[in-house]
Each structure stands twice: as C-alpha cells, then as structure tokens.
C-alpha cells in the first residue's frame, strides 16, 4: 500500500506532516522566547509562573481536546471561529500541548548557559534582541532537542485531536487517529503501515534538525555566577 | 566620569558592597586592589551597568544613570570578567562582535581587528575556536575584543590572572599605547599589589566591600572586642596595639609609611613592635618609596622606606629586622 501510493495514505500522512509542522511552529515561537524570558528575568511570580509551566508539562491529552471543544463548539466563547472538526482546532490542540514543553525545558536549557556569555554579550554593546540570540546560540544543541520534543508530542498526539479534529475521513484523520480506528476495527496491517510512515517522518524531521545545528563546538566550561 | 554614589549592594541578604561614594576620573588609570571576596567584580559589574545596585546609584559624566540608559552606556563602557568567555565561533569572529553590533564597515573593521591582533600577539590565534585556547589565550582574547570597541572606560577583572610575564606585559604595553593614542580610562580590579603599582596612576583598597582609608597593603579582617581606649587583637601570631571604641568585625590597616623599621627594638613610644625577617623588598614605586616584606610572626607586614634608608640598613631578603608603629596609626573600617 505504502509503495503502491495509496491516495488517503498520503493524504493523511500529508496532513499529519502539516498539523505537527504548524503546531511546532506556533508553539516554538511563543515557547521559546517565553522560556528565555523566564530563565533570564527576575520578577514577582517568575518561580510560580514556572511551576506552572511545568505542571502542564503533565496535562492529559484528552482533557486539552475536551477543555478545547467546550470553547470551540458552537455555543462555546470560540465557537464563531467555526474551527471544530478542522484541522486548524487540532493545531490549537497540539500548540496548548506542545507549548509547555517548549517553555519549560527552553528555559532549563538558557538557564543551562553559563551566565558571562549573556554579561559578555551585554557588555560589548549587544540590546535584548541581540544578547537572547547570542545566549540562544550557545543552547543551540538542547533548543534544537526542545524543538524536537515538540514536534514528538505533537505528531504522536491523538486525544485532542481524536476529540476536536473528530478523525474525518479526508478532512481531520491524522497518522495517529487513524491508527487508533483501524487498531479499533482490527485492521493491524494498516495500522502498522502508518505507524511505520510516523517514524520515517519522524527520523526525518529529527535528521532535518541536525542538518540544521551544525557543527559542535564544545561549550564554556567553568562557573559563571548566577543569572542576573 | 564614572561614580557610585551610596552604594549598598546585597546578593542573597548579605552585603557584599557598601561605598560612601567611589569615582572613577575621566583618563584615569585606576587599580582597585583587595582579597578574593573583597567586592571587586561586584563593584565592576556594577561600574559597567550589569547589576543594578540594591540601594544607591550609578551616575555617568555626573548624571545619575536611569535603567533605560544602561544599554546604550554599555557601549561606551566595558567590562572583561575575571575568567572571560568567547562566543561559540573563532577568535576573529569574536573580536567582530562588538563591531559588528556597531555597524562597523568591514575595511574599518579589519584595520581595527588587525591592530588589537598585532598590539596582544593574536595573529595565530585568529582561526582557533575557544576549547583550542588556553586560559591565558582566552583571557587576551577577550581584552582584545573589548579593545576593538574602543569603549571610553575599560574596566578589567583580573585581567592577567592566567597569563605567563610576557603575555602580561603585552597586554599593559597594549593598554599603555591605547591610552597614549586617545582619552582611555581604565580601571582594573587586581590582587597583585605589585602589578598595581607599576602602571596604575592611583590604587584603592578594598575590603570586606568597604573602601580602605589608606593604602592597600597591611589590611586584616578582625573581631574587635568590646571596651573603650587601647585595644590588643589577635592577627596570625601577633597581637596588634590598636585605639578605636568600634567592636566587632572591622578591618585593620596599617599604613606602611606609618612603620618604622630597625635593625634592633627602639626605645619608642610605638605600642606596636614586631621582630621578624624580611621575606622580600619592591622597587621603588612611584612616590611610595622602597616596600620592605617581613614575615612577623606568620604575618606579612610592609613598610615603606626610602631607596636610601633600605641602603643604609643594607635590608635584603633574609636579614632581621624590626617593624615599630603606634597604636594611633592603625585605622580601622
């Protein structure tokens, strides 16, 4: 099926690459500057702030989709949006899931920085924008590892998308729903064939990202003080 | 140019900077010498408006320095920490940051990198990246990156902790030729007297975050103890003679013009004489005269004499000599 070229194999398979592209997307560019945010910036709350961000590093899939679909559905706040039963409503699911990964474990990566690369930076006249991509470059490999536990979690995620995305035949089934039905109406050989293309996509996604990083260089060793 | 005015500066609820007022003149060639713990980085960070002091205030040409002006005043003043960093990337890569952060044109920017390169002795060292440099190298790399951005105070941490003489001569000799070619202040934070004393026009002494009243040498961290008049505190194996009502922990300082030295015990009325060897002699410094070291009792104590009166005692390492002062001369903070 898979060599052959399936149409609907594709079509989902497509259409899974595009949600967990959008939703690592979405989600790495509010989570990571809010992670460096919350690792560099001394403020009332910052500790509660990141409690909180890494409690919904445990939010159950499921209770996302069903908190989601109260708001999207047609007498819900957001239900003018029309989003439910789109793909767009299971990229919303996938960013409120990938998003604290992004956030909490960027941080602990820029927090992982040693703190006179940041002062260095400043020093020789570097502004805010400037001195966050010279500390972020320093954290390249782990927010390079960041961004691929978001894509992880959103291309393997099925609950809020089960729920909110309702599997659709040719409009929402994504690699991961559709697996779930055909396991559900005992069709293991489909469901291993697209269990398959997710970990080709995957792997793929994962050597795009070394590709990208570069060279390594080993990092500063010693201590440099606290973040200030 | 640069001040810090009624600083009280905290890390963790303890103090580890309190300064009436600390001025660092326009041109000024300025050491801030002191034991590890003394306060010195956390008084440069705070001169190159990287911390934000707890209480009191940094002014810059006079005016007091709002947060929103601390960037771009970072650019005219710049700090090498005591163990610098370089950037992920080469040597030549970071010595561009700071120009390139300035819009700095690439011709200018080569004739800039090509002299700091030439001045410090880095034309090997252009292609290497950071883990294929040793501290020494690191640490005239990040001077040289903090030249080339021709800021108008250099303020520097220690900034031949790691390097061998020559590499050390190199970078005063580049500091020398900078300050010769334009209005540079420096202001650098040292534990070695000596090197202070060669190239710094004047030295302030630090301890226990307090400025010292007097010169740097001979300072102790004590515990007064309670009682008014003369007291007698414990330093290493001498007990030093020492008028103040304060109780508690203070520093003691000893100016070293204020100990007379001898060949044998002089009937004076100096409540303080040590006798001991001496354990080394300085040249002779700008205005300060000959600094005599002798090991009183597992306490190091200097004083100063003329190059004549070191002749005429004949001092010289190993000879016996004794270290006579009031208790009046001894200033305690």
Request: aromatic content about 8%.
């Given at each position: 099926m898979l060599v052959a070229g399936d149409s609907e194999v594709y079509g989902i398979a497509l259409l899974t690459l595009k949600v967990a592209l959008v939703?690592?997307?979405?989600?790495?560019?509010?989570?990571?500057?809010?992670?460096?945010?919350?690792?560099?910036?001394?403020?009332?709350?910052?500790?509660?702030?990141?409690?909180?961000?890494?409690?919904?590093?445990?939010?159950?899939?499921?209770?996302?989709?069903?908190?989601?679909?109260?708001?999207?559905?047609?007498?819900?706040?957001?239900?003018?949006?029309?989003?439910?039963?789109?793909?767009?409503?299971i990229v919303v699911g996938d960013v409120l899931l990938a998003l604290p990964i992004a956030a909490a474990l960027s941080a602990a990566a820029i927090?992982?920085?040693?703190?006179?690369?940041?002062?260095?930076?400043?020093?020789?006249?570097?502004?805010?924008?400037?001195?966050?991509?010279?500390?972020?470059?320093?954290?390249?490999?782990?927010?390079?590892?960041?961004?691929?536990?978001?894509?992880?979690?959103?291309?393997?995620?099925?609950?809020?998308?089960?729920?909110?995305?309702?599997?659709?035949?040719?409009?929402?089934?994504?690699?991961?729903?559709?697996?779930?039905?055909?396991?559900?109406?005992?069709?293991?050989?489909?469901?291993?064939?697209?269990?398959?293309?997710l970990l080709i996509m995957a792997l793929l996604v994962n050597i795009a990202l070394q590709v990208l990083q570069g060279r390594g260089e080993p990092g500063v060793g010693g201590a440099g003080g606290t973040h200030a | 140019m640069l001040e810090l005015r009624g600083i009280r500066h905290r890390y963790g609820g303890r103090l580890?900077?309190?300064?009436?007022?600390?001025?660092?003149?326009r041109g000024a060639s300025l050491a801030v010498v002191g034991h590890n713990g003394a306060g010195k980085s956390t008084l440069l960070r705070l001169l190159a408006f990287l911390d934000t002091p707890t209480e009191g205030q940094v002014l810059f040409s006079g005016a007091v320095v709002p947060p929103h002006a601390r960037a771009s005043l970072r650019r005219r003043v710049t700090l090498v920490e005591q163990r610098p960093v370089l950037f992920r990337g080469t040597v030549r890569e970071n010595l561009e940051y700071g120009l390139k952060l300035r819009d700095t044109a690439r011709t200018a920017m080569n004739g800039i990198i090509g002299d700091v390169v030439e001045r410090l002795g880095l034309a090997p060292l252009l292609n290497r990246r950071r883990h294929e440099l040793s501290d020494g190298e690191v640490q005239r790399v990040a001077v040289a990156r903090a030249l080339a951005v021709r800021p108008d105070v250099l303020l520097l941490d220690e900034p031949v902790s790691s390097a061998d003489r020559a590499a050390a001569n190199a970078l005063y000799q580049?500091?020398?030729?900078?300050?010769?070619?334009?209005?540079?202040?420096?202001?650098?934070?040292?534990?070695?007297?000596?090197?202070?004393?060669?190239?710094?026009?004047?030295?302030?002494?630090?301890?226990?975050?307090?400025?010292?009243?007097?010169?740097?040498?001979?300072?102790?961290?004590?515990?007064?103890p309670t009682g008014d008049g003369t007291k007698h505190v414990r330093v290493g194996g001498i007990d030093?003679?020492?008028?103040?009502?304060?109780?508690?922990?203070?520093?003691?300082?000893?100016?070293?013009?204020?100990?007379?030295?001898?060949?044998?015990?002089?009937?004076?009325?100096?409540?303080?004489?040590?006798?001991?060897?001496?354990?080394?002699?300085?040249?002779?410094?700008?205005?300060?005269?000959?600094?005599?070291?002798?090991?009183?009792?597992?306490?190091?104590?200097?004083?100063?004499?003329?190059?004549?009166?070191?002749?005429?005692?004949?001092?010289?390492?190993?000879?016996?000599?004794?270290?006579?002062?009031?208790?009046?001369?001894?200033?305690?903070?």
């Open positions: 939703a690592t997307l979405v989600s790495c560019a509010i989570g990571l500057p809010l992670g460096y945010f919350l690792a560099t910036r001394r403020f009332w709350g910052r500790r509660a702030a990141l409690t909180v961000v890494n409690t919904a590093l445990a939010f159950p899939t499921v209770v996302v989709g069903l908190l989601l679909y109260g708001l999207l559905s047609r007498r819900g706040p957001l239900g003018g949006l029309g989003w439910l039963y789109t793909w767009q409503a927090q992982g920085v040693d703190a006179r690369i940041r002062r260095t930076a400043q020093t020789l006249g570097a502004g805010a924008w400037r001195t966050a991509w010279t500390v972020s470059r320093e954290a390249r490999f782990a927010l390079a590892a960041v961004i691929t536990a978001a894509f992880g979690q959103v291309v393997a995620e099925v609950g809020a998308a089960m729920i909110v995305g309702g599997n659709i035949r040719g409009s929402t089934r994504t690699l991961t729903t559709a697996v779930a039905l055909y396991t559900s109406q005992g069709d293991f050989g489909l469901a291993l064939a697209l269990g398959l293309i | 580890v900077l309190d300064l009436e007022q600390f001025i660092v003149p580049a500091l020398a030729a900078e300050r010769a070619a334009r209005a540079l202040t420096v202001c650098i934070a040292s534990h070695q007297l000596e090197e202070a004393y060669r190239w710094a026009d004047s030295i302030r002494a630090l301890a226990e975050g307090r400025l010292s009243p007097v010169t740097p040498e001979n300072l102790f961290r004590v515990d007064l030093i003679a020492v008028m103040t009502d304060r109780t508690g922990p203070a520093v003691l300082a000893v100016p070293p013009t204020d100990i007379f030295v001898s060949l044998q015990p002089l009937s004076t009325s100096a409540r303080n004489v040590f006798s001991g060897r001496v354990t080394g002699m300085s040249i002779e410094h700008r205005g300060a005269g000959v600094h005599v070291r002798a090991d009183m009792g597992g306490v190091e104590l200097v004083a100063a004499v003329t190059a004549e009166a070191a002749r005429d005692l004949a001092l010289a390492p190993g000879k016996t000599v004794v270290f006579s002062f009031k208790a009046t001369a001894v200033q305690v903070f």
